[in-house]
């Protein structure tokens, strides 16, 4: 018989009783960054904590320079987040990105559920929405909808 390949094991599914809490962020980065380059930054901030970050907006300046704009999934694990603990990790996050990529934060909001986004790309099209309204902070363009 053939042998089996051993394959990587997925680490048991985790699920909390507790709701995540979600935060947009938007960095200012040099052309060459790439947003791949970014999200690992801010996604080894806390393995634990952070569930998932995604670039939802990218938008290009002048002078050589980019803006991304992140959405980060926190997910605690044993009880809600207070105020001072979510923005700790957000200073943590904001701290990451800048020493990976060199860049600094245009803007920090409190995210909204992906419904939102999702109308926001059906709405402007994806490759619309980095050029649509970009001087409206990101929170108003999700409210908007």
Avoid: W
């Avoid at 990105?97 to 402007?124: C, F, M, P, Y």
């Amino acid at each position: 018989p053939a042998s089996k390949q051993k394959s990587a094991a997925r680490a048991a599914l985790a699920i909390s009783d507790l709701l995540p809490v979600s935060r947009d962020f938007g960095f200012v980065v040099d052309d060459k960054v790439q947003a791949a380059e970014l999200l690992k930054a801010v996604k080894g901030v806390d393995k634990v904590l952070i569930a998932d970050a995604q670039v939802f907006d990218v938008y290009k300046l002048e002078g050589g320079k980019t803006s991304l704009a992140v959405e980060v999934t926190l997910q605690p694990r044993e009880k809600t987040f207070n105020d001072a603990e979510i923005e700790a990790l957000s200073a943590k996050i904001v701290a990451a990105a800048q020493k990976s990529s060199g860049s600094h934060v245009a803007r920090i909001g409190a995210g909204h559920d992906t419904s939102n986004r999702n109308r926001l790309e059906e709405a402007e099209g994806p490759s619309q929405g980095a050029k649509a309204g970009h001087a409206q902070s990101l929170c108003e363009r999700r409210q908007a909808l």
